[in-house]
């Protein structure tokens, strides 16, 4: 949604990029429509509980290095900040808080656009803040969920290049660079976006080939390590650490989570960009309303899928809360049974190397 603010004192009037499609709806008054907003809320609300959890299971229960621990919690605790600007967004979508200035009954719908009959106009900024200011959230937000899959990928690179006494020492700074690299990156493509500097079109081949560069890092990054673990595994001739063995596993280990996440969020991202593109190109006018409310919820519900991945794909993270929610039990998986030989041999070893790290740290 686009809004012109016209002020009357020095500043020139200028607009303003609102990540939703209807303002001042009312939609509320329909009782199929409020029994949906109700059941949305109350989705995201379960999003935020499963958000928590799984942050403070990563953080109590350490299965990867310090740093990727890091980047994940900071990723998916951005979600509270989803929430906020969801809410606020909301408020002002069905008409429950009205702007100064704009008509009470005048319903707006569009994504984006240059008609000035259907841009809503404010006098200040600020007589809508709440608005604005939820608004910019929603944006950092997404553009903080294209930056995850490159910021992890880095981190996996770094470690691979570090594999000798990566997992050893906590190198706390790398997580603290990429954060503040990835969030001042976002903070600006926000800024941006918020103020119109930016087109829409340029704006998601970026975040495409962001993407994409996001997925040669992964398999580059995965092919390495799987090499380096099968040239120490059949070929004597190269001899590697222990501590640089275990480095090698840590990395698959985690790399081999990060494939089912990236594959659910390149799914993600892409049935986004289809109804984003769906919408703004109005290419099923009549139907743009259903089509905006399933793209919001793709946005704003994700936790649905990606948290359940994680909780899953990891055994201690999905041990801990099969014990704090035995109801999920129906859904979990049967254990596999303990490997024997060389292999539990080796695990032995790397847990005890491991256990020993983490205490001299």
């Known amino acids: 949604m686009i809004f012109l603010i016209n002020s009357t004192s020095s500043p020139p009037p200028y607009h303003l990029w609102v990540p939703f499609y209807i303002f001042n709806g009312h939609e509320y008054r329909n009782p199929i429509i409020a029994f949906l907003i109700c059941l949305e809320f109350i989705l995201s609300l379960f999003c935020v509980f499963i958000t928590i959890k799984l942050t403070i299971y990563i ?21 509270l900040e989803c929430f906020v600007g969801k809410t606020v967004l ?29 841009i809503p106009v404010l006098g200040a900024s600020a007589d809508a803040f709440p608005l604005f200011f939820g608004g910019f959230l929603i944006w950092h937000y997404m553009y903080s969920m294209v930056g995850i899959a490159f910021s992890f990928c880095v ?9 000798g006494n990566y997992e050893q020492l906590n190198r ?3 997580s603290l660079l990429i954060l503040a690299t990835s969030h001042t990156s976002t903070l600006y493509l926000s800024y941006q976006t918020f103020y119109e500097h930016v087109q829409m079109v340029p704006t998601v081949i970026a975040c495409m080939v962001c993407l994409i560069i996001s997925c040669l890092m992964f398999v580059v ?10 040239l120490q595994t059949t070929n004597s001739r190269h001899f590697y650490t222990l501590a640089y063995r275990f480095q090698v596993k840590e990395n698959i280990k985690a790399l081999k989570l990060a494939q089912r996440v990236i594959l659910c969020i390149a799914f ?9 593109s769906t919408v703004f190109f109005n290419v ?20 649905l899928l990606i948290c359940p991945i994680v909780f899953y794909s990891i055994d201690p993270w999905r041990k801990a809360l099969l014990r704090e929610l035995p109801v999920l039990k129906v859904f979990g998986r049967s254990e596999k049974p303990p490997e024997s030989g060389h292999h539990q041999t080796s695990d032995l070893y790397f847990t005890q190397l491991q256990t020993s790290w983490r205490k001299s740290s």
Request: proline share 4%; with cysteine; aromatic share 16%.
């Open 221 to 230: 990054t995965l092919l390495m390590n799987q090499k380096i673990n099968k």
């Open 268 to 276: 993600y991202v892409f049935l986004n960009l289809i109804l984003l």
């Open 90 to 118: 909301t408020l002002h979508q069905n008409g429950f808080y009205h702007v100064p200035g704009v008509p009470a009954d005048r319903k707006y719908t569009n994504w984006w656009t240059d008609d000035c009959d259907e």
């Open 155 to 163: 981190e996996r690179m770094l470690a691979t290049v570090l594999s």
């Open 172 to 174: 706390t700074y790398i």
């Open 284 to 303: 099923f006018e009549h139907f743009n309303e259903p089509l905006i409310f399933l793209l919001e919820n793709c946005i704003y519900l994700n936790p």
């Open 59 to 79: 953080w109590k229960i350490r299965v990867f290095h310090v740093n990727m621990s890091t980047l994940a919690i900071a990723y998916i605790s951005q979600y």
